[in-house]
């Protein structure tokens, strides 16, 4: 599908509220694509549907308070899980509301932080997948399972809940297993426009956050994403990012106030899943610091969010614009919450509309599930994984790279780093990558991302396989000072996480882009210097 250059900005409008696919796909494109398409516009529904959802979702909240429950814990990947995360740390709850954890890994250290800590009696496990089969959230799933069994017996399924499609896999298990609820998502909703669906509203309820709120802000957002005109305010960030990206601007660089920091997670995978294929789309910028002008290149377009306390990211929106880069600003409140998911879903589909690719689907995505599993398969029959170019020992690392003269400028736009971060999990390492992003901006003038391993997989991960081919890629694994294994399997969330890793750096390779990967294999040090070390080596 080539970039859109025949309807206007007000008919792609009319066509996505008429839930028309050939104002996505096009008018020539295949029957298939056109069914896939038309059974992804139930977001548009999503506000409507969650005024009306309220009561029973509050009412499940209230039920598990009362049965003395006081930590949940979210078991799940991609759109089933960022928006939770929003919604925890963004300051808009009362207080009253669960504890509540989101699980989004196979990592076996965040895994076991969060099993030695648990209080099996007063816990609830929301297990959170549209498809049902999402293999990080049924590893996981068994894995709390057997503890709960053990710990409560027949008993164990009042401690999980299912959010998922209607006839899942997930739905047959969690009858098997007596769950206290399973709630049944309306299935035309894709995974990363599920927001203001039930995959936000229970976790919601269940965290204390005001859901009339919530509701009433995304239903104004979305009668005004209705207007044709200039005042549509999804269109207008749509129109924005596709007309930067063509131009040439397609690092999204977001400019959060910190209020709002925690939404940039979640709208990254949104735009990056969305538009990052065919070659093209919108590579978004998150979390990396704010720096002076003259560091950021004329690859760069930039959206800030701003609230009554975000002095400094207002100051530096004014500096860029100043300097002649294109600024977008977005002026909200934590209290319209509700209004940015839905803001930033039309934005999303218009962008992709224009830039000529499908919003709704994701191909690469798949492609790195199935090397994973190749890589699961070759170490069950050979013990080993197959490890193509070989590793080179180095200083307490192995090394191993796709292709030479890694730092090389290429034709057809302009480079970006992305850090795909696999190493065990470790909170305290964000304020380290936040200084590495910041130098290998000023050394090398390029934007930089950072993945966490394996959750990327689900968000950039589409873009890094399927958009522009202008990514330097490094990929950092480490040897595990643990291994869990995980219940019906051969092998432990270790295993499977080197796995994914493993698989990814195929996928990459397969696609034609530059990664180099480096194995830290001490598994007891501390990983500072020596990614201080390894990653300051990138440009050289």
């Keep these: 599908m080539p970039p859109s250059s025949g309807p206007n900005l007000g008919e792609i409008v009319r066509g996505i509220w008429r839930r028309d696919p050939t104002s996505i796909a096009g008018p020539d494109a295949p029957a298939v694509e056109l069914s896939e398409v038309s059974d992804r516009f139930g977001w548009l529904d999503a506000p409507a549907g969650l005024a009306g959802r309220i009561d029973e979702a509050v009412a499940f909240a209230t039920r598990v308070r009362e049965d003395g429950i006081t930590d949940v814990i979210l078991l799940g990947m991609g759109g089933s899980s960022l928006c939770s995360e929003v919604l925890r740390d963004v300051p808009m709850k009362p207080a009253g509301g669960c504890r509540f954890t989101v699980l989004d890994t196979t990592d076996e250290r965040a895994i076991r932080t969060v099993t030695e800590s648990l209080d099996l009696a007063r816990t609830l496990f929301l297990v959170a997948s549209k498809s049902g089969t999402t293999l990080e959230v049924t590893s996981l799933e068994a894995h709390f399972w057997e503890l709960a069994s053990a710990s409560a017996g027949a008993d164990a399924g009042q401690h999980f809940a299912a959010i998922t499609d209607p006839g899942t896999a997930l739905v047959a298990l969690a009858a098997r297993k007596r769950y206290r609820a399973t709630f049944l998502n309306p299935p035309d909703i894709g995974g990363r426009y599920s927001a203001l669906s039930l995959f936000g509203l229970v976790p919601a309820a269940l965290m204390g956050v005001g859901l009339h709120a919530l509701a009433s802000s995304s239903v104004k957002m979305a009668a005004a994403c209705q207007d044709e005109g200039d005042d549509n305010p999804g269109a207008a960030l749509g129109a924005f990012m596709a007309a930067q990206a063509q131009a040439g601007r397609d690092k999204l660089t977001l400019l959060l106030a910190p209020a709002m920091a925690a939404f940039g997670d979640w709208a990254e995978q949104l735009i990056a899943e969305s538009t990052g294929k065919q070659g093209r789309g919108v590579l978004p910028i998150v979390g990396e610091p704010i720096g002076p002008v003259r560091e950021y290149g004329p690859d760069r377009a930039f959206v800030a969010v701003l609230t009554e306390t975000s002095g400094a990211v207002a100051n530096a929106a004014r500096d860029l614009e100043r300097a002649g880069h294109p600024v977008f600003r977005i002026t909200t409140s934590a209290a319209d ?204």
């Design 337 to 540: 919450l509700g209004a940015e998911f839905f803001r930033w879903e039309f934005a999303t589909c218009v962008a992709g509309t224009l830039l000529g690719v499908n919003p709704f689907d994701e191909p690469n995505v798949a492609e790195a599930k199935q090397r994973t599993r190749s890589q699961l398969d070759a170490r069950s029959a050979t013990g080993a994984f197959r490890i193509e170019p070989p590793f080179e020992r180095g200083d307490g690392y192995s090394r191993r790279e796709s292709r030479p003269a890694l730092g090389r400028p290429k034709s057809g736009g302009r480079r970006f780093v992305a850090i795909l971060d696999f190493l065990p999990a470790d909170p305290r390492r964000a304020d380290l990558f936040a200084d590495l992003r910041g130098a290998l901006r000023r050394r090398l003038g390029l934007a930089t991302t950072r993945g966490i391993g394996p959750r990327y997989l689900h968000s950039t991960g589409q873009f890094h396989k399927g958009g522009t081919n202008t990514g330097i890629f490094v990929l950092l694994t480490a040897t595990d000072a643990s291994a869990t294994p995980i219940p019906g399997t051969a092998y432990t969330f270790s295993t499977l996480k080197q796995a994914q890793a493993l698989g990814d750096f195929d996928a990459l390779v397969a696609n034609g882009r530059e990664v180099v990967h480096y194995h830290l294999e001490d598994p007891t040090a501390d990983f500072s210097v020596t990614l201080e070390r390894l990653i300051g080596k990138i440009g050289e």
